[in-house]
């Protein structure tokens, strides 16, 4: 391999790390609602289940989102901010719904029926559709703009590849690990089954907080592009406040900045988040509620 081809390939590797960085928030709350989609199926089912909404993913990222993105960025790039804006929106009012189950406001569900495979896996990739997308946009938001467009696929290519591999390792990881410690209980040694009882009894635990950990990157994620994208379209007013306060504390170091910033931009996210989720509640409210399924067959076609 020649010395310019590595030295390409190390650019866009560096390009793509640095642009992965800013995902986190998103990559977290990803591999944190993942695992939902395989609880009330066979285990025997779980890591093809896995699998199934994986492949799904990379054809979410390089089929959909990847071209589209490139396309918008060739030919009408001042709708990349509006869209990160809707997105950002989207994970504020998810990050806000959780919030509000945490304090027992839960939502009614309809789904009463039996849990399909192939349901499933299309519920997990059609949510993988919108994470995926705020991932790919904003590592993309992210890369030089002087790169060329091959350079940049190449950057976005690393990044789908890596960030699927990331999130969806850790989901079959996690989703698994639970038989792992059921397997080490029955193992002859009493260290080893004491270990398996161990990792049994703390999924519970693990599971509540990388739900914790997941919505408060959701809101600090969301609120930020909002901030952010506002400010670089028709609002500068969420921005100047937030540069105002983390100016306040400049003094104490980047990490006390940075952690200010992460502050101000979950609690925008949680606010911004609570009206959507009161104006999408009113019309719902406004809206005839849909009959399930089981109440329509409940009907005799008689009557």
């Given at each position: 391999?020649?010395?310019?081809?590595l030295?390409?390939?190390?650019d866009?590797l560096?390009?793509?790390?640095?642009?992965?960085a800013?995902?986190?928030g998103v990559?977290?709350d990803?591999a944190a609602v993942?695992?939902?989609?395989?609880?009330?199926i066979?285990?025997?089912r779980?890591?093809?289940?896995?699998?199934k909404?994986a492949?799904?993913?990379l054809v979410?990222k390089?089929?959909?989102?990847?071209?589209i993105?490139?396309?918008?960025?060739a030919?009408a790039p001042?709708v990349?901010p509006?869209?990160?804006?809707?997105?950002?929106?989207?994970l504020?009012f998810?990050?806000?719904?959780k919030?509000?189950e945490?304090?027992?406001?839960?939502?009614?569900?309809?789904?009463?029926e039996?849990?399909?495979?192939k349901?499933?896996?299309?519920g997990?990739?059609?949510?993988?559709?919108?994470?995926?997308?705020?991932?790919?946009?904003?590592?993309?938001?992210?890369?030089?703009?002087?790169?060329?467009?091959?350079?940049?696929?190449?950057?976005?290519?690393?990044i789908?590849?890596?960030?699927?591999a990331?999130?969806?390792g850790?989901?079959?990881?996690?989703?698994?690990i639970?038989?792992i410690?059921?397997?080490?209980?029955?193992?002859p040694?009493?260290r080893v089954?004491?270990?398996?009882?161990?990792?049994?009894a703390?999924?519970?635990a693990v599971?509540?907080?990388?739900?914790?950990i997941?919505t408060?990157?959701m809101?600090?994620?969301?609120?930020?592009?909002?901030?952010t994208?506002?400010?670089?379209?028709v609002?500068q007013?969420?921005?100047?406040?937030?540069?105002?306060?983390?100016?306040?504390?400049e003094?104490?170091g980047?990490?006390?900045?940075?952690?200010v910033?992460?502050?101000?931009s979950a609690?925008?996210?949680?606010?911004?988040g609570?009206?959507i989720?009161?104006?999408?509640?009113?019309?719902?409210?406004?809206?005839?509620?849909?009959?399930?399924a089981?109440?329509?067959?409940?009907?005799d076609?008689a009557?």
């Amino acid at each position: 391999m020649s010395v310019g081809l590595l030295a390409v390939v190390d650019d866009i590797l560096t390009a793509a790390l640095k642009a992965s960085a800013k995902t986190a928030g998103v990559v977290i709350d990803d591999a944190a609602v993942t695992p939902q989609y395989v609880q009330g199926i066979t285990p025997a089912r779980e890591l093809p289940v896995v699998w199934k909404i994986a492949l799904g993913s990379l054809v979410n990222k390089f089929v959909i989102i990847i071209p589209i993105a490139l396309l918008l960025t060739a030919f009408a790039p001042w709708v990349l901010p509006f869209l990160l804006i809707i997105g950002g929106g989207f994970l504020c009012f998810e990050g806000a719904e959780k919030v509000l189950e945490w304090f027992g406001a839960h939502h009614e569900s309809a789904d009463d029926e039996p849990r399909d495979e192939k349901k499933l896996v299309f519920g997990a990739i059609r949510t993988d559709l919108i994470l995926s997308t705020e991932i790919m946009l904003i590592a993309l938001s992210n890369l030089d703009p002087g790169f060329g467009l091959g350079m940049t696929l190449a950057a976005l290519s690393v990044i789908g590849l890596g960030m699927t591999a990331l999130v969806y390792g850790a989901v079959a990881l996690l989703v698994k690990i639970d038989d792992i410690g059921l397997r080490f209980m029955k193992s002859p040694s009493r260290r080893v089954r004491r270990a398996g009882a161990r990792v049994v009894a703390s999924m519970p635990a693990v599971f509540r907080v990388i739900s914790v950990i997941g919505t408060v990157a959701m809101l600090w994620v969301g609120g930020h592009l909002v901030i952010t994208n506002l400010a670089e379209t028709v609002w500068q007013g969420p921005y100047d406040l937030l540069h105002a306060i983390t100016h306040l504390v400049e003094a104490a170091g980047p990490v006390v900045v940075w952690v200010v910033d992460t502050a101000v931009s979950a609690v925008f996210g949680l606010v911004a988040g609570l009206v959507i989720v009161g104006v999408v509640m009113g019309v719902k409210r406004l809206l005839p509620a849909p009959r399930r399924a089981s109440e329509h067959r409940a009907v005799d076609p008689a009557e």
